[in-house]
T-cell receptor
Framework: DAKTTQPPSMDCAEGRAANLPCNHS???????VYWYRQIHSQGPQYIIH???NNETNEMASLIITEDRKSSTLILPHATLRDTAVYYC??????????????FGQGTILTVHP | NAGVTQTPKFRILKIGQSMTLQCTQD?????MYWYRQDPGMGLKLIYY???????DKGEVPNGYNVSRSTTEDFPLRLELAAPSQTSVYFC???????????????FGPGTRLTVT
C-alpha cells in the first residue's frame, strides 16, 4: 500500500472551510484514497473515498490531483464537532486485501470558536 | 440497527488473567476486524475475518485469539494478559461485497483495557 503523509495538526475557525492535505506520491493506479476521522474516545468514522475523480457527499469533499499524488479533504463549514483526528488511507481494491485498513498518525484538526 | 456493539466498555485485568472482548454487528456484514489503539497512535489490525469460520492474522496478533462461529459475532480472546496489552480495542465490520465499499468500515465504541 502507498504510504501517506499528513501534517500532524491544523487549526480552523468555526464556520470556515477546513482543508486537510494528504500526500501519497507512491500511489498506484488501482489504489483508492479513503478518509476517516476519529472524534475523541470514539471509534473511527468513515468520511469519503475516491479513485481519481473529485467526490462530494453530505460530510465533505475530496479533491484528488490529476497525477493522484496528493489529495485534500474539505469540510466546507467546520463546526466545533468536527474537531477530531483525520486519517488519510490509501488501499488497493479487491484481491486479498479484504477491506483491511492501515491507520497512520493522522492530522489533529482543532476547530476554534 | 444497533450497528457494531462492544462489551465491556472498560476493564481492568491483572497480569496473567484472561478475558474475552465481545463484538456483535447486526448489519449482516461478512467482514469483521479487531484493532487496537495505543495512546497517541493510530489503529493497528490484530485479526480479521471474511466470514463465519474464516479468520486471519493482522499486523499485531501475538497474545490474542479470535473465533467466528456466526456472521454477527467476532469475539477477541486475551490469554495471559500483559501490561503491553493495555490499549483501546475497536471492533469493526464492513460490507460483504468486494470493491471500494468493502473499506467503508463501521466501528464500535471501543473497549478500554488496562492490565496492571
Amino acid at each position: 500500500d502507498a504510504k501517506t503523509t499528513q501534517p500532524p495538526s491544523m487549526d480552523c475557525a468555526e464556520g470556515r472551510a477546513a482543508n486537510l492535505p494528504c500526500n501519497h506520491s507512491t500511489i498506484s493506479g488501482n489504489e483508492y484514497v479513503y478518509w476517516y476521522r476519529q472524534i475523541h474516545s470514539q471509534g473511527p468514522q468513515y468520511i469519503i473515498h475516491g479513485l481519481k475523480n473529485n467526490e462530494t457527499n453530505e460530510m465533505a469533499s475530496l479533491i484528488i490531483t490529476e497525477d493522484r499524488k496528493s489529495s485534500t479533504l474539505i469540510l466546507p463549514h467546520a463546526t466545533l464537532r468536527d474537531t477530531a483526528v483525520y486519517y488519510c488511507i490509501v488501499r488497493v481494491e479487491g484481491g486479498t486485501s479484504y477491506g483491511k485498513l492501515t491507520f497512520g498518525q493522522g492530522t489533529i484538526l482543532t476547530v476554534h470558536p | 440497527n444497533a450497528g457494531v456493539t462492544q462489551t465491556p466498555k472498560f476493564r481492568i485485568l491483572k497480569i496473567g488473567q484472561s478475558m474475552t472482548l465481545q463484538c456483535t454487528q447486526d448489519m449482516n456484514h461478512n467482514y469483521m476486524y479487531w484493532y487496537r489503539q495505543d495512546p497517541g497512535m493510530g489503529l493497528k489490525l490484530i485479526y480479521y475475518s471474511v466470514g463465519a469460520g474464516i479468520t486471519d492474522k493482522g499486523e499485531v496478533p501475538n497474545g490474542y485469539n479470535v473465533s467466528r462461529s456466526t456472521t454477527e459475532d467476532f469475539p477477541l480472546r486475551l490469554e495471559l494478559a500483559a501490561p503491553s496489552q493495555t490499549s483501546v480495542y475497536f471492533c469493526a465490520s464492513s460490507y460483504p461485497l468486494r470493491g471500494p465499499s468493502s473499506y467503508e468500515q463501521y466501528f464500535g465504541p471501543g473497549t478500554r483495557l488496562t492490565v496492571t
